[in-house]
């Protein structure tokens, strides 16, 4: 590890991320997020409680850095790795992991599909004539009513 050049009370001063990429720079590839704060914990001599209590910040420190790239399937690189027109995608295709296909079920009876039936005027219970009618009482009604509504406000300011 490259952590050799440090003291133990140096690695202690250094930081979770500082650390993180001393180490990402010796290994010289991705790593999965929990291999990488598995080895800052051990550099650090942290006990199971430390650990709970660090791992979130770690990774928030991870994912803010700049020095850090999220490279998918929870797979972090260095930046400087990768260059600024190749995708995440290209490095790691090998990494994906084929698909499984699911077993078809049989669909019971098929329902055939309706269409939204069209409403022709022919159609209409009422016909032309007698919703124009209609039409028109509702008119006056409303009309009527609009009158009666003035007459009650002309009240109301006497």
């Known amino acids: 590890m ?29 790593k999965n997020f929990q291999d990488i704060f ?19 910040q770690f990774y928030t420190d991870l994912n803010i850095d700049g020095r850090f790239l999220s490279v998918g399937s929870n797979l972090w690189g260095l930046k400087h790795w990768y260059p600024f027109d190749q995708t995440v995608e290209d490095a790691f295709v090998a ?10 079920k049989k669909k019971a009876k098929e329902e055939p599909v309706v269409e939204d039936e069209v409403l022709l005027e022919d159609d209409l219970a009422v016909e032309p004539e007698e919703s124009e009618e209609l039409f028109e009482d509702e008119v006056d009604t409303l ?8 007459e009650d406000e002309d009240e109301d300011e006497k």
């Open 143 to 150: 009309e009527k009513d609009l009158d009666k509504g003035d």
């Open 2 to 30: 490259s952590l050799t050049k440090y003291s133990k009370e140096e690695v202690k001063e250094l930081s979770m991320i500082d650390i993180a990429y001393e180490i990402m720079l010796e290994e010289n590839q991705a």
């Open 95 to 104: 990494e994906e992991k084929p698909k499984k296909k699911k077993a078809k």
């Open 38 to 56: 598995k080895l800052v914990a051990e550099a650090k001599d942290y006990e199971e409680e430390e650990k709970q209590q660090f791992i979130s």
